[in-house]
């Protein structure tokens, strides 16, 4: 059931994900988990994450998917492959996906994310929204006009200490106006995992598929 609210709803929402295959996603949790355990956190995080985007206004809802959907995707999304290249690119073709209006893309490595995160920031209020993530990276980005990411995006280097504050640099460089999300914690590591885990709302898939793995080997 989506959350009533006075804010506008977004056109379109999009998750950029990794099917959760063992040996393919999460591989920094091995070790100390196994690649089946990490995949299995890895799913759950998708899955938590792709209901909360169910909660969350939207005319549209588009999973951007490297790899085949499982029978973890819920109803309400359309699947589409994710373009080749490196993240920025990906990033930026996922944007030229959305109808006009406002658009946000999450990634699946958050959790703990709430609709209220995403309801409160005021869809129609700004040009830009930005989510940094505590690794210096960035969990979510948005645009009134998603036309725009494609220049704004691309050419952006993934995966550093420095991502978010280029990536948001460039926003405010091309004069947008930027309301900032939550920072949030991205799950890479084992100390990620528990500390998001300590965090996500309750009924999560993460904290409890967490929960049941016997303590990790040392």
């Known amino acids: 059931m989506n959350i009533r609210s006075t804010e506008a709803a977004w056109t379109t929402l999009l998750v950029i994900a990794k099917e959760p295959v063992p040996g393919r996603v999460k591989t920094r949790l091995t070790p100390p988990y196994t690649p089946r355990e990490a995949a299995t956190l890895a799913e759950a995080a ?3 994450t792709l209901h909360t985007m169910l909660r969350v206004p939207a005319r549209r809802r588009i999973l951007v998917l490297d790899g085949t959907p499982g029978p973890w995707l819920p109803t309400g ?11 920025d690119e990906r990033i930026a073709a996922a944007f030229a996906l959305c109808d006009d209006g406002p658009a946000l893309l999450v990634g699946m490595d958050t959790p703990q994310l709430t609709p209220v995160s995403l309801t409160a920031v005021g869809c129609g209020e700004h040009d830009a929204w930005f989510g940094p993530a505590v690794d210096g990276g960035f969990w979510a980005l948005g645009f009134a006009d998603p036309a725009r990411a494609v220049a704004l995006v691309r050419g952006v280097p993934m995966s550093t200490d420095s991502t978010g504050a280029i990536q948001r640099r460039r926003l405010t460089e091309a004069g947008l106006s930027v309301a900032d999300l939550p920072l949030l914690r991205d799950v890479d590591c084992e100390a990620d995992a528990v500390s998001v885990a300590a965090c996500c709302p309750p009924g999560s898939r993460f904290a409890s598929a967490l929960a049941g793995f016997a303590e990790p080997a040392r």
Do not use: K, N
């Open 46 to 48: 998708l899955t938590d």
């Open 77 to 87: 999304f359309t699947v589409v492959p994710q373009a080749s290249g490196g993240l």
